[in-house]
């Protein structure tokens, strides 16, 4: 059987390996972070990871390298949680983060930090939906005081706005950056900033200002005609249109599409959907759209993307 070639990100973890959609990718036991983790036993279940590797059909696989990036860090300032429901919101750095009970939480419970929210600084590993907002995946909190293994004390990514060139400052989702001291990591310049693009910022509060002192691109999680697998609850569903979005991808649909499971007139906001398709010009054109299951385990599937003859990834969704 000949090996597939896999950049991989998945939420799910234990020692020794990585388990994605059903595949164990045997580690080295290292992690790539600019966010103070360097092993694997420092990553905790629920953090979204991207794997570099090899697997096969057969299930099994090897991770060349993971990577894990904190998508929000800072101070809470507010949260609230309904522990019947099993849903709230968390805001940090003027973002608003929705929690739901597949949000893994590590540090203290969801009821012990709605109590009191700015006595916490957190880390979270989110998807970043269309509208700005996050759906948390991972939340890791410790006591104001007791700063995570990072050299930067804030971190947080989206889409650059009310960019000012002469006063050195935007915003992202109505978060103020100003970016007079800032350097671009990798191979972003400063001069590249521009309303629209997608970025990561870490750096240090003043106030409720952001100062960055790092500025990296964030890269598109899909590419023209790459094909892709993606599960997950249905949003902002369209039927006049016939769109909808699953974590914050635009998904459209026609009469060509199969329906496995369910019927296009069940679909709805909040009804969890597997779909494959082909993704063009910002859209996923689905040609199969399945019904999931709404609690998955380990092993199902968030997000796979799929290359003819190139590399693939894929995100799995993890069960707390």
């Known amino acids: 059987m000949v090996p597939h070639r896999a950049p991989v990100s998945g939420r799910y973890r234990v020692s020794g390996s990585v388990f994605v959609n059903g595949t164990r990718f045997e580690t080295s ?3 790539t972070s600019n966010d103070g983790l360097e092993r694997e036993d420092q990553l905790r279940k629920g953090m979204i990871l991207k794997v570099q590797g090899d697997w096969e059909d057969e299930g099994e696989g090897r991770a060349d390298r993971i990577i894990y990036d904190d998508t929000l860090r800072g101070p809470l300032t507010a949260m609230n949680w ?7 919101s968390l805001t940090m750095l003027g973002q608003t983060i929705s929690l739901d009970s ?3 939480f590590r540090g203290a419970t969801p009821t012990a930090i709605a109590a009191n929210p700015d006595q916490f600084r957190g880390r979270v590993s989110a998807w970043r939906l269309d509208d700005g907002s996050f759906r948390a995946s991972f939340v890791g909190v410790r006591a104001i005081g007791s700063d ?3 050299v ?4 947080l990514e989206g889409v650059v706005a009310n960019l000012d060139t002469s006063a050195e400052t935007f915003t992202i989702n109505g978060a ?3 970016y007079t001291s800032a350097v671009g990591d990798d191979d972003f310049s ?7 693009l997608v970025v990561e910022v870490e750096g240090v509060l003043a106030g409720t200002i952001v100062m960055a002192q790092q500025i990296d691109k964030e890269e598109d999680l899909f590419g023209d005609d790459d094909d892709v697998e993606i599960s997950g609850n249905v949003s902002d569903f369209d039927p006049l249109n016939r769109q909808f979005s699953v974590n914050g991808v635009n998904v459209s649909f026609d009469n060509d599409t199969e329906f496995d499971d369910l019927r296009e007139s069940s679909l709805a906001d909040g009804v969890f959907v597997k779909v494959e398709g082909v993704f063009r010009n910002g859209l996923l054109l689905a040609e199969e759209i399945e019904a999931g299951n709404p609690m998955p385990s380990w092993k199902a599937v968030l997000n796979r993307l799929i290359w003819q003859e190139k590399p693939w990834s894929l995100a799995v969704f993890a069960s707390s």
């Open 176 to 178: 103020q950056i100003d």
């Open 148 to 150: 995570f293994d990072d």
């Open 152 to 155: 930067n004390e804030v971190e």
């Open 82 to 88: 309904d522990e019947v429901a099993r849903a709230g």
């Open 102 to 104: 597949r949000t893994v």
């Open 190 to 196: 400063i001069d590249d900033l521009e309303n629209g």
């Open 29 to 31: 036991g290292s992690v």
